[in-house]
């Protein structure tokens, strides 16, 4: 069975500041990664799609990298805002589904 | 382009009173997934459907729970009767069928609250 976690589950940082966001995997026989934004009361916003042959995406200031080997996914973000805060949420599908399978969340703030 | 829908955005009822949560997926998406999200966790998969038929319902609390997609477009979520324990999000999401490429779009969700 599938399990995904993210770590840190909460992150405040000053603006400006570049920050990294950890995503693990147990089954390494994924399709494809995903980064979700959800701000609160909201649905999720898809930020960035990894394809299982793929290193890594880039979006803007975001940009996500894949080790499907060890398991591992980052999200990085430059130059963080304000507008930023919201919970980041990673999703894989693979590993024996084709359901999307959510960690917990890192709930991000960016201090002005 | 008009994303994935739902209705309606908030709904308060009574414990053992039945709801019922609305989905239209993107134009075009053969796959739809309904997923329940509590507070501080992340979304967990109810159903999953590929156009009409239901693919991925082992998560579904069939006691009470039940959804079908007439047509293989719009899809319906229904509990009878609600429980206290059932107050949460529940988010529909569409996506293209397939595996390694294919991006999932979710709905704003629906915030249940039974009291």
């Known amino acids: 069975k599938q399990e995904v976690t993210q770590i840190p589950a909460a992150l405040s940082v000053p603006e400006g500041e570049n920050l990294v966001l950890n995503c693990s995997f147990t089954d390494s026989a994924i399709y494809n990664l995903q980064w979700f934004r959800q701000d609160p009361g909201k649905g999720l916003t898809s930020l960035l799609l990894?394809?299982?042959?793929?290193r890594e995406q880039t979006s803007g200031r975001l940009n996500a990298s894949l080790d499907k080997s060890s398991g591992r996914s980052t999200l990085y973000i430059a130059a963080s805002q304000p507008g930023d805060s919201a919970t980041y949420l990673c999703a894989v599908k693979g590993g024996g589904s084709e359901k999307l399978v959510f960690g917990k969340g890192t709930k991000l703030t960016v201090n002005p | 382009e008009a994303g994935v829908v739902q209705s309606p955005r908030y709904k308060i009822i009574e414990k053992k009173q039945p709801v019922a949560f609305w989905c239209n997926p993107i134009?075009?998406?053969?796959?739809l997934y309904w997923y329940l999200q509590n507070l501080g966790q992340g979304p967990e998969l109810l159903i999953r459907y590929e156009n009409e038929e239901a693919v991925d319902d082992s998560q579904l609390p069939k006691d009470r729970f039940s959804a079908e997609r007439l047509k293989g477009v719009d899809s319906t979520l229904k509990i009878q009767p609600a429980e206290l324990g059932d107050s949460a999000v529940y988010l529909c999401?569409?996506?293209?069928?397939?595996?390694?490429?294919?991006?999932?779009?979710f709905g704003q969700g629906t915030r249940l609250t039974v009291v």
């Open positions: 134009s075009g998406h053969n796959t």
């Open positions: 990894i394809q299982s042959s793929q």
């Open positions: 999401a569409s996506s293209l069928t397939g595996t390694a490429n294919t991006e999932a779009f």
